[in-house]
């Protein structure tokens, strides 16, 4: 399965399990930059609940491509370290996961470069075996699903509750979707904070947050297949 999604920023954890469940993630870095997606965002959990970091980009207009949002470096680098250092300071991996952290935040270049770098750090952490193919580096750099789909060789897509009617509308191929059911767990501090990006599950679990993530995985279903039936 292909799985086809725009890189993100520290990735939400349904994000990070198409890395456990895909044989193959095409990072969509040509997709235009949405505000409402986790290209340049992530959440933390902080002693006052949740906390979002973001990457400071220059406007450039709608339908700007991530290969060609531009960075801006006002400090913002220096800001994550101190809030990650402040929130996950005693946590059990916080002195593996950081350093490895703080090259992906160093990386150089477009937006869609410094997320296609924190993707990898996801993939490597998590020990995932899909293999990671930049859109951009696709022949005729394909710019919509449909052309990625197809150039990309797909044969089957996996997506995403929430983009699944679009994807199996878009693509000629049959379509999967990953069922995501966040289960609680550890974390830094009382109680359980949902809806944290991928670095709260590394900063806690280290090497197990794999499993900890296939815990949240509830199954695969075909696009448009009924739901099995709970049982009373």
């Given at each position: ?78 800001r994550h ?6 929130a996950y ?144």
């Amino acid at each position: 399965m292909t799985a086809i999604r725009p890189p993100e920023f520290a990735p939400r954890l349904p994000y990070a399990a198409l890395l456990l469940t895909a044989d193959r993630l095409v990072l969509a870095d040509t997709f235009a930059f949405s505000r409402q997606g986790g290209h340049n965002r992530t959440r933390i959990r902080t002693d006052k609940g949740a906390l979002w970091l973001s990457v400071p980009r220059r406007h450039a207009g709608l339908g700007q491509p991530l290969t060609e949002v531009e960075v801006v470096d006002d400090g913002w680098r220096r800001r994550h370290a101190a809030a990650l250092t402040a929130a996950y300071g005693s946590a059990s991996f916080f002195e593996h996961v950081m350093p490895e952290w703080a090259d992906v935040l160093a990386t150089p270049g477009s937006l869609a470069d410094l997320t296609v770098a924190s993707v990898r750090f996801t993939a490597r952490w998590l020990k995932s075996e899909a293999e990671i193919v930049r859109a951009s580096d696709l022949p005729g750099r394909p710019s919509a699903l449909a052309e990625v789909a197809d150039v990309a060789g797909a044969t089957t897509v996996l997506t995403l509750p929430e983009s699944a009617r679009r994807d199996a509308e878009a693509v000629g191929v049959p379509v999967r979707v990953l069922r995501f059911e966040e289960a609680e767990r550890r974390q830094v501090g009382e109680g359980f904070v949902p809806g944290l990006g991928v670095l709260d599950l590394l900063m806690t679990h280290g090497p197990a947050a794999a499993d900890v993530l296939r815990a949240s995985v509830q199954r695969v279903d075909a696009f448009g297949a009924p739901r099995p039936r709970t049982a009373s």
